[in-house]
């Protein structure tokens, strides 16, 4: 179910389209853009990745069980680069194109895109 929220819409993820997607990113660092209440970031987790995930919607933010991993801000803020893998959830918002021109200035990991029940995993070259 789709929420409304401050800054968007906050729509959760199917974690049963995921399971077993991380694992290949076993000890990579991995970034959860626009994390929510952290339930991909607690996956990744799980699977050997070292996920962080980063979520502007303070309340969101302060539901997420992954608090530790989890920035509150922007995620414009941050410097990709220091990530392999992204991970961002197309949900038809206004920042898409930003996303995308970031992704093409700084960033050279793989990026892991998701849209019920698709996911993409595209590796960029250095």
């Known amino acids: 179910m789709m929420t409304k929220t401050k800054h968007g819409y906050y729509h959760p993820t199917n974690l049963e389209h995921l399971k077993g ?8 660092r991995m970034l959860d853009l626009g994390s929510g209440t952290g339930e991909v970031v607690e996956l990744a987790l799980k699977e050997g990745v070292q996920a962080f995930g ?3 919607e ?5 539901k997420a069980q992954c608090w530790r991993t989890t920035i509150l801000g922007d995620m414009f803020d ?7 893998v992204l991970y961002y959830y197309i949900d038809g ?3 898409q194109r930003r996303i995308l021109d970031k992704i093409n200035k700084e960033f050279k990991g793989t990026v892991i895109f ?11 070259f250095k």
């Open 21 to 28: 997607v991380f694992k290949q990113f076993k000890g990579k």
């Open 54 to 56: 980063v979520e502007i």
């Open 58 to 62: 303070k309340e969101l933010w302060e």
């Open 78 to 84: 941050l410097d990709w680069s220091k990530y392999d």
């Open 93 to 95: 918002c206004n920042e």
């Open 114 to 124: 998701y849209t019920e029940p698709n996911v993409w995993i595209c590796q960029r």
